[in-house]
């Protein structure tokens, strides 16, 4: 059973920085797709970055040059660094693992458990 724990979040002002790590039970990175989603209060679930196991990233496009994503095989981590936040990205942030045993399975989900991200002045 795939394990995903996030860390990192907490309250910042406006302009500030925050990165957010996402560590894994075990080796699982070469062969999944890791997310990180956001959910604000009565707003849906929504992708803010993602990361391929080849390295490939993107961005939702509120994001796009303020968040980066990376990710550590050796520590089995993939963190998202968010500078000049805004009080529009207060919100749990969630780490998402869509994981193929095998290359030609389908992918199984995993979530983390969240971790909460406040911008207030």
């Known amino acids: 059973q795939v394990q995903l724990v996030e860390s990192g979040g907490g309250s910042v002002q406006p302009g500030g920085s925050l990165r957010l790590s996402c560590a894994a039970s075990g080796s699982i990175f070469s062969r999944s797709t890791i997310g990180w989603y956001r959910q604000a209060s009565g707003k849906q679930r929504e992708l803010v970055a993602g990361?391929?196991?080849?390295?490939?990233?993107d961005y939702a496009d509120s994001v796009r040059g303020r968040f980066t994503i990376s990710s550590d095989s050796a520590k089995n981590t993939v963190y998202l660094q968010m500078d000049s936040l805004e009080p529009e990205d207060t919100a749990v942030y969630y780490c998402?693992?869509?994981?193929?045993?095998?290359?030609?399975?389908?992918?199984?989900?995993?979530w983390g458990q969240g971790t909460q991200v406040t911008v207030s002045p």
């Open positions: 990361i391929t196991s080849g390295g490939i990233t």
């Open positions: 998402n693992a869509k994981y193929r045993r095998l290359v030609w399975s389908s992918p199984d989900d995993y």
